[in-house]
C-alpha cells in the first residue's frame, strides 16, 4: 500500500515547476501502478500551450477556475470545481488559468518518472527506459 501526503511532497524532488504549473507527483513510473498521479496547481491568468504526444490525461479540478480550448475543434470549455476532461486522443490544447488559481489533479499514461518538463511542443518526452 501507498500512502502520500502532498504536505510530505511540496518543497522536494517530486515538486516540480515550469513556467505556469506546478506539478506534485504523487505516483511515478517507480511506484509500479502504470500511471502517474499528480496534484497540479496552474495559477490565476496564465496560459499554456500543450500537447500531450506521447501520454494519454485525465484531469479532474477541484478548485479554482480556468478553460481548455481545443486546438483541432476551437471549442473552448470552462473548467471549475466539479468538472472532468481527458486529453483521450492525445489532443492539442491551451490552458488557462481564470480568475483564481485552478487545483488539478491529474493521471497520465504512460507514468511519469518524475521530473519531466514540457517540451516546445507542450508535451513530456516518452520514457526510454
Not at 517530486?14 to 506546478?22: A, S
Amino acid at each position: 500500500m501507498i500512502v502520500r501526503d502532498i504536505k510530505d511532497i511540496i518543497g522536494t524532488e517530486r515538486e516540480v515547476e515550469g513556467p505556469g504549473w506546478t506539478s506534485r507527483r504523487m505516483l511515478l513510473k517507480k511506484d509500479g501502478m502504470g500511471f502517474s498521479f499528480h496534484e497540479t496547481i496552474i495559477p490565476a491568468g496564465a496560459e499554456l500551450h500543450l500537447w500531450y504526444k506521447y501520454h494519454l490525461e485525465a484531469v479532474y479540478c477541484v478548485a479554482g477556475n480556468g478553460s481548455i480550448e481545443d486546438l483541432a475543434t476551437g471549442e473552448t470549455h470552462q473548467i471549475y470545481d466539479g468538472v472532468m476532461y481527458a486529453l483521450n486522443n492525445n489532443d492539442r490544447h491551451i490552458l488557462r488559468g481564470g480568475t483564481e488559481d485552478m487545483r488539478l489533479i491529474c493521471s497520465f499514461n504512460p507514468p511519469v518518472t518524475g521530473r519531466e518538463v514540457h517540451d516546445k511542443d507542450g508535451a513530456y518526452l516518452p520514457d526510454d527506459s
